[in-house]
């Protein structure tokens, strides 16, 4: 009997490429659609109007991929903002799998404005998470929409570093899963990726909110 082989990881993303326009683009709430990813003007706006109470959790979740629900069984003494990692324990994920998770040059700026030395990064309930998260929304224009920062997260960073099994596995979903349920790379371009991962506190001496390496590198070559 002969066995038909499964098509690679890459081979399903080209596929779900072709069919992208099969996806609807956006989710419904209430009467109103909203689109699945944030842009990075949006995630500017939430970050720079965020208190530092709910900042980590917009970071962690729009930055490194995480679930909510894994979130707030983090605490900070698991965040290695030295080191650029997160280690998050058996028991703490989804899967009940420890992994590790790569945080980038943002997630890192922005954890430490809001950095304490120890507990939970997020230490109260759902409920309160999302009122808390609904407000800010609404002092900025804007509506919260359910799970897309982890979209956004997944879909920046295929378009930035295209790796299908790298981004599942930092995620902590298989390659399948992430690209049904969590790429929405039609509805973005490597620039709007490129802007999402270059956004950074804004300080006296950075007040654009630059990636400083690269702010420093442009100075130089001037």
Known sequence: MSVTPLPSAGTRLVASLANATR???RESVGHTLLPLLWTPAEFR???DA????ILPVLVLGGFCK????EIRRTK??????DDGQLILLTGQTKTQRARVV???GCAVAWLRVAQKPSGLVWPHCYSTLYKQLAALCGELGLVWRQNALRKSACT???LSAPGLER???EAGNSPGILELNYLSVDMATRGDARKWFNLFPKTASNPQGRNPEIVELNACSS
């Open 23 to 25: 996806r609807p683009p």
């Open 45 to 47: 706006l939430l970050l």
């Open 50 to 53: 965020a208190p530092a109470s």
């Open 66 to 69: 995480i679930r909510t629900s």
């Open 76 to 81: 900070w003494e698991q965040l290695r903002l």
């Open 102 to 104: 790569p945080l980038p």
């Open 156 to 158: 920046y960073d295929e």
């Open 167 to 169: 981004n599942s596995r």
